[in-house]
T-cell receptor, first 114, second 114 residues
Framework: DVKVTQSSRYLVKRTGEKVFLECVQD?????MFWYRQDPGLGLRLIYF???????EKGDIPEGYSVSREKKERFSLILESASTNQTSMYLC?????????????FGEGSRLTVL | GESVGLHLPTLSVQEGDNSIINCAYS??????FIWYKQESGKGPQFIID?????DKRQGQRVTVLLNKTVKHLSLQIAATQPGDSAVYFC?????????????FGTGTRLKVLA
């Protein structure tokens, strides 16, 4: 079974702190994604990557950056956390067969910024 | 911009009845759709997918219907069980920077009444 592991389930940080959210997948997938999930807004795409060292902005990249130094690992970075970044963060990976390919999600990282 | 949306934020269904969850999409170029189920405290899990060259696909107790004319997607769950209680999301694929990203709807909460 595909496994997407997010390093932290719950984090509490202070405004201005630098935050790293780590994600590792074990199925050699080329594509990896970071979403944030907020009530009533669904899942919104922050960044995605289709290869090592490649990254693309999603719909809400402001205030975030990402790193993909190895194929299996995709990190989300909040350079200076703010209270409006309190959210559930979901990592996903996918292998596309042409146009189609299921997204496999991790269990999520709930971040609270005080 | 184009988006995927759901008609009903909450759906309450009697145990044993059939459930129908609806989704409207606006990107006519999307040709692959997925339904996800998210239980409390967990990441979204794949339920069923459908390509645009189909109008119906069946799985175990679930059926997805696609109406491209009105850009509408639905998920039907037969004989709804307590374990079906969750938030359900539809997602459509979108070509971006040579790869595909997924746009999610806001979600519908399904409550199964005993």
């Amino acid at each position: 079974d595909v496994k997407v592991t997010q390093s932290s389930r719950y984090l509490v940080k202070r405004t201005g702190e630098k935050v790293f959210l780590e994600c590792v997948q074990d199925m050699d997938h080329e594509n990896m994604f970071w979403y944030r999930q907020d009530p009533g807004l669904g899942l919104r795409l922050i960044y995605f990557s289709y290869d090592v060292k490649m990254k693309e902005k999603g719909d809400i990249p402001e205030g975030y950056s990402v790193s993909r130094e190895k194929k299996e690992r995709f990190s989300l970075i909040l350079e200076s956390a703010s209270t409006n970044q309190t959210s559930m963060y979901l990592c996903a990976s996918a292998f596309y067969r042409g146009k189609t390919g299921e997204l496999f999600f991790g269990e999520g990282s709930r971040l609270t910024v005080l | 911009g184009e988006s995927v949306g759901l008609h009903l934020p909450t759906l309450s269904v009697q145990e044993g009845d059939n459930s129908i969850i609806n989704c409207a999409y606006s990107n006519s170029a999307s040709d692959y759709f997925i339904w996800y189920k998210q239980e409390s405290g967990k990441g979204p899990q794949f339920i069923i997918d459908i390509r645009s060259n189909m109008d119906k696909r069946q799985g175990q107790r679930v059926t997805v219907l696609l109406n491209k004319t009105v850009k509408h997607l639905s998920l039907q769950i037969a004989a709804t069980q307590p374990g079906d209680s969750a938030v359900y999301f539809c997602a459509e694929n979108e070509l971006s920077s040579g790869t595909y990203k997924y746009i999610f709807g806001t979600g519908t909460r399904l409550k199964v009444l005993a």
